[in-house]
């Protein structure tokens, strides 16, 4: 799951952060949660609009 993919990068670049890894390789990560983040929001945004009730 999208949730599950988050938390995992998160982990990786808390990791690379912390052991001082190659900056592009960090940078990477940082947009690829980014990334993940953006898509995560979007699912919830259009389940929340799917679900709303057009009321007159």
Do not use: P
């Not at 599950?4 to 998160?10: D, G, K, M, N, V």
């Amino acid at each position: 799951m999208l949730d599950e993919e988050i938390l995992e990068l998160r982990r990786k670049l808390h990791e690379s952060i912390i052991n001082e890894k190659d900056y592009d390789k960090t940078y990477r990560l940082s947009i690829e949660l980014d990334e993940l983040i953006t898509k995560y929001y979007n699912k919830k945004l259009t389940k929340k609009k799917d679900t709303d009730v057009i009321e007159m």
